[in-house]
């Protein structure tokens, strides 16, 4: 037991240590190196920094030098098979031509609109720094889908620039050397872009997936399988870091659309195929004025503060008038109700007077009976005097006044 | 003495296949780990630098591995260091082989092989996904993994031809 111990520490320390011949160093001395490298280069140490940038540019190239064969190969293959397809695509590219010319001017004046529409909210970008780079690089590794290009950081390449294709999005700038630069293709698998689904501005993050197809992970619009037609994957500009409306691919509405959980997205590009890349950033319009221009422009400011200022007093004095107008309207109505008091309180008094009246000749009426009763013997006419007749006028005013005596008073 | 010339030289440029194949390997466009095929691709730098740091250890030097490892790593876009470490780790798994041996055979070899290619594998697994947080594909990862020890046998057979027939003739004579 405790020899077969010695024996597995020997060979493990003759593993490590022994050098072979010709051998410079131990493998646990380079293994040592190896972890350094990683630590400080994880650490960004400025020597390592230094060291990899050099080690880069020489690895491209070469790299560039050593699959020249295999893409000289691979090219001729290509020439070879598209001379075999001449006829075929000739013809159809033919039909898709003459559908495409009817369909240009439509686009066009759609895009004349849009153009117009951004900039009236703000959001027109426009391409500040445009380079045409070739592809030195397409080794596709399990780790990361990426290309090198042929320009740098002497060519005015930054980070988290754009890399497009025919005007496709093809990726982003993810490292730059003095001479050449890795981007970041979007079918990588780390590759997070937000996208918007079209139609239904549908709002996502996409992610790569395999070499033609990437895949939403975070939808916002969770019905989006109940939505079967065919959906075009655009750039939504979300976050900033990508401008809105690069074309991306195309979400297919076929028969398992309903039921595919993946939303699987496929490029309209085919990212083994690149040559040439555009590499672009984009930045907010932003119009160079002259002298004389400015003026007018600060004319055109003032006017429109002016203006602005009118139309708030206009505002206020709408709203002011109609607080009056609010007002009279209620005044109004209090004015009608109370004139209908008003008459309803008149009618009241009229009918209050003619009682009072009535009241008042009932009286008199009931003075006059009871007077009559006592005085009407001295005023009646009767054969021996030659007093007022029973009913007139006279008569009454005869018993009002106690009698005869009274009159001649 | 034409003859002895000539197989000096063939010898010579025999010795540098190993190496050439190495860095061809790593520095190509073309990667067998990665091919497009759904379920099928291998690591052919593991088999290379297995076989020629088992069977003959002078072919391929220590220090050209750790190179090989680090051009690997710039043109995957891989942390700088990362594959020198696996190739090494390789080296080791192969010396102590070596070792420990007294009769080789293929299928002790291939099997020693599958256990150390799962070891790195899973290293390089851990390293990527919780240090670097580069996020990769487990399935594939076990697809290379299985191809990879599947086509040891082939390749390691074809490599011993090989030197059979450069070498084998020569050392006849």
């Known amino acids: 037991m405790e020899t077969s111990r ?137 780790f990361l889908r990426s290309v090198i290009i042929n320009k740098g950081s002497k060519n005015n390449i930054e980070l988290g620039m754009l890399v497009l294709n025919e005007g496709y999005l093809v990726g982003k700038i993810v490292e730059v050397n003095f001479f050449t630069s890795r981007a970041l293709l979007i079918s990588d698998i780390n590759s997070k872009i937000p996208v918007s689904l079209q139609p239904g501005d549908i709002q996502a993050i996409m992610s790569g997936k395999d070499k033609q197809e990437g895949v939403l992970q975070y939808v916002k619009d969770k019905n989006l399988s109940d939505i079967n037609e065919e959906k075009q994957v655009l750039t939504s500009g979300a976050g900033g870091v990508f401008k809105s409306g690069i074309p991306i691919g195309v979400i297919y509405a076929d028969e398992d659309f309903a039921i595919n959980l993946d939303r699987v997205v496929s490029f309209h590009k085919d990212f083994s195929q690149l040559k040439y890349v555009k590499v672009v950033s984009f930045s907010k319009e932003n119009n160079l004025l002259d002298l004389s221009s400015k003026r007018n422009a600060q004319k055109i400011e003032n006017e429109i503060e002016e203006t602005n200022q009118q139309q708030e007093t206009l505002k206020i004095l709408l709203e002011q008038k109609q607080i009056a107008d609010e007002i009279r309207i209620k005044i109004q109505k209090e004015n009608d109700i109370l004139r209908n008091e008003s008459v309803r309180l008149k009618n009241e008094i009229l009918l209050e007077k003619k009682n009072n009246q009535q009241n008042i000749n009932q009286k008199g009426e009931i003075k006059f009976l009871e007077m009559n009763l006592v005085y009407g013997h001295k005023c009646r006419k009767s054969i021996f005097n030659r007093l007022y007749k029973v009913g007139t006028t006279e008569y009454k005013e005869c018993v009002l006044n106690k009698g005869l005596k009274k009159i001649d008073e | 003495m034409n003859k002895i010339n000539r197989n000096n030289i063939v010898h010579n440029l025999y010795r540098y296949i190993p190496i050439t194949l190495l860095f061809v390997s790593v520095l190509n466009e073309s990667d067998f780990s990665n091919l497009g095929l759904k379920y099928f691709s291998f690591n052919f730098s593991y088999i290379l630098i297995f076989y020629y740091s088992l069977k003959k250890k002078e072919s391929l030097g220590y220090i050209a591995i750790f190179i090989a490892g680090l051009f690997n790593d710039v043109v995957l876009g891989a942390p700088i260091g990362l594959s020198s470490l696996m190739y090494l780790i390789l080296c080791v798994a192969t010396s102590y082989l070596r070792n420990i041996t007294l009769t080789p055979s293929l299928i002790k070899d291939g099997i020693f092989f599958l256990i150390t290619i799962l070891i790195i594998n899973s290293l390089l697994f851990i390293i990527l996904n919780f240090i670097f947080g580069f996020e990769s594909n487990y399935y594939e990862q076990i697809t290379s993994i299985i191809w990879t020890f599947l086509l040891y046998f082939l390749f390691s057979t074809m490599f011993d031809f090989f030197d059979h027939y450069f070498l084998g003739k020569n050392n006849v004579r």
């Open chain 1, 6 to 142: 010695d024996d597995f520490v020997i060979a493990i320390r003759s593993a490590f240590l022994k050098k072979g011949t010709q051998q410079r160093f131990s493998l646990l001395s380079l293994i040592f190196f190896s972890i350094v490298f990683l630590i400080l280069g994880s650490l960004n140490f400025k020597v390592i920094d230094y060291i990899k940038k050099g080690i880069k540019e020489i690895v491209y190239r070469s790299s560039f030098i050593v699959s020249g064969p295999e893409n000289f190969l691979k090219d001729n293959y290509l020439i070879i098979n598209n001379h075999f397809n001449l006829y075929e695509e000739r013809i159809k590219n033919i039909d898709e031509l003459n559908y495409l010319r009817s369909r240009n001017l439509s686009q066009q004046i759609i895009t004349l609109e849009n153009i117009k529409y951004k900039k009236l909210i703000d959001d027109y970008f426009i391409g500040n720094n445009e380079t045409v780079a070739k592809v030195l690089i397409d080794k596709q590794s399990p």
